[in-house]
């Protein structure tokens, strides 16, 4: 893990003819998370007008990807420190927002690209992390699959475009369904066959397709 990050801001008060000895008021930031989001630069130059504790108070509350916080003050100064750590994103959902582990959305700032494009009128997000980790579960150690691509619309139903081949699942996800790709996927690393596509959406068996 890297160490935290530390970002001191000096944020000068507004100068009154009523108050001319007004001071800067310090915001001392250590950020936990282990990654980068470019919306922590846009928190760094909203807290360059803050003018006290509840001011940063009221703009950590208002960053949909922070998880959580702890501010605290130094007595008889006007200085505050706040720890923070981000939201981790799993998948990037119509390229709008970020999803989180525990379904939760919050803004794509472009600054991870590299995760899972998930696109689709979805409504139920977790049904998007039991994809993710029950093909997880399912790949084999010599035979990882890296998830690239999460289609869903009315008609098809659910797709998956992994680095190997695509999944079809229909318009039901179900344990059923992926103990099916298990065993399907067995079968293929055994004779080291595999297709371009597998088609789950049959309640007779599989479909195959080994075209480009």
């Not at 949909?64 to 501010?71: A, M, N, P």
């Not at 600054?111 to 980790?133: A, C, H």
Request: with cysteine; charged share 25%.
């Amino acid at each position: 893990m890297r160490r935290p990050t530390n970002i001191y801001l000096p944020a000068l008060l507004a100068i009154f003819c009523f108050n001319l000895s007004a001071k800067n008021f310090i915001v001392d930031i250590t950020y936990e998370s282990d990654f980068y989001l470019s919306s922590q630069t846009q928190l760094t130059k909203d807290l360059n007008n803050i003018k006290s504790k509840k001011d940063v108070e009221k703009i950590l509350l208002d960053q949909d990807w922070i998880k959580s916080y702890y501010l605290k003050s130094h007595p008889f100064t006007k200085e505050v420190s706040v720890s923070i750590i981000n939201k981790k994103p799993i998948y990037i959902l119509n390229e709008k927002h970020y999803v989180d582990e525990n379904s939760n959305l919050f803004k794509f700032d472009q600054t991870q690209l590299d995760l899972i494009r998930v696109n689709g009128p979805i409504t139920n997000r977790d049904k998007i992390l039991f994809i993710i980790e029950s093909i997880k579960e399912i790949q084999q150690k010599n035979y990882p699959l890296i998830i690239e691509i999460i289609n869903y619309d009315h008609v098809s139903g659910w797709q998956v475009k992994t680095q190997k081949f695509n999944i079809k699942f229909g318009k039901n996800i179900s344990k059923s369904k992926f103990k099916t790709l298990k065993d399907t996927l067995n079968y293929l690393y055994e004779r080291r066959s595999i297709p371009s596509m597998i088609d789950l959406r049959y309640k007779d068996g599989v479909a195959l397709d080994y075209g480009k």
